[in-house]
């Protein structure tokens, strides 16, 4: 129990981070991040001897992630009455530091999912490609080239100042 403690605790604050960056509401993060680690708890003994405890938790927050993200979709937007002030919707920020924050957000919005964790888990979060393969469950050359298509695409938004909005496409058979 003292070695899982002294493995997860470090971890923590960027769980957190991914978390956040992930569902863009710190409540619902800390939650996912309780839910990540209560699971990583209960199912400490199942893991593989040999595997990295960083990238094992990130999976784990990556899945319950999407499985959140999945189960909001199909249930729709929810915002409560107390969080719905109109003032906080129209004031435009006053800082060009502000400004840029928007935009960089907006453009990483805009990325599709799976481009926008891999920016995040290597850019933000400093795992390797490796890592992050495994976090995301995909090959190394699949993490190279969503990072590289994510990154253009994310620098041509930035420069151009458009955001383009990834169409959702459908699979036709």
């Known amino acids: 129990m003292q070695d899982m403690i002294v493995l997860v605790e ?7 981070r991914y978390a956040r960056s992930l569902l863009r509401e710190p409540a619902a ?4 991040v309780q839910d ?11 893991r593989r001897s040999d595997c990295d405890v960083r990238s094992w938790l990130f999976a784990i927050l990556h899945n319950l992630a999407i499985n959140q993200m999945r189960q ?4 729709g937007v929810h915002v409560a009455i107390e969080d719905s002030d109109e003032t906080a919707f129209s004031r435009a920020p006053t800082q060009e530091d ?7 957000h907006d453009a990483l919005e805009a990325l599709p999912e799976e481009q926008r964790s891999v920016i995040l ?9 490796a890592d992050t393969a495994k976090v995301l469950g995909v090959p190394i050359g699949t993490v190279m080239s969503r990072l590289s298509r994510g990154r253009e695409r994310l620098q041509r ?5 458009v ?3 990834t169409p959702n496409l459908r699979r036709v058979k």
Request: hydrophobic letters at 40%; a positive charge.
């Open 163 to 165: 955001v383009v909005k």
């Open 10 to 16: 470090p971890l923590i604050p960027a769980l957190r």
């Open 36 to 46: 990540c680690l209560e699971r990583a708890i209960t199912r400490w003994g199942q």
């Open 72 to 75: 909001a979709a199909r249930r």
């Open 29 to 32: 993060a800390d939650d996912l």
């Open 157 to 161: 938004s930035l420069d151009t100042g």
């Open 121 to 129: 888990l290597v850019s933000v979060e400093g795992l390797s490609y």
């Open 98 to 104: 502000g400004i840029r924050h928007r935009d960089i």
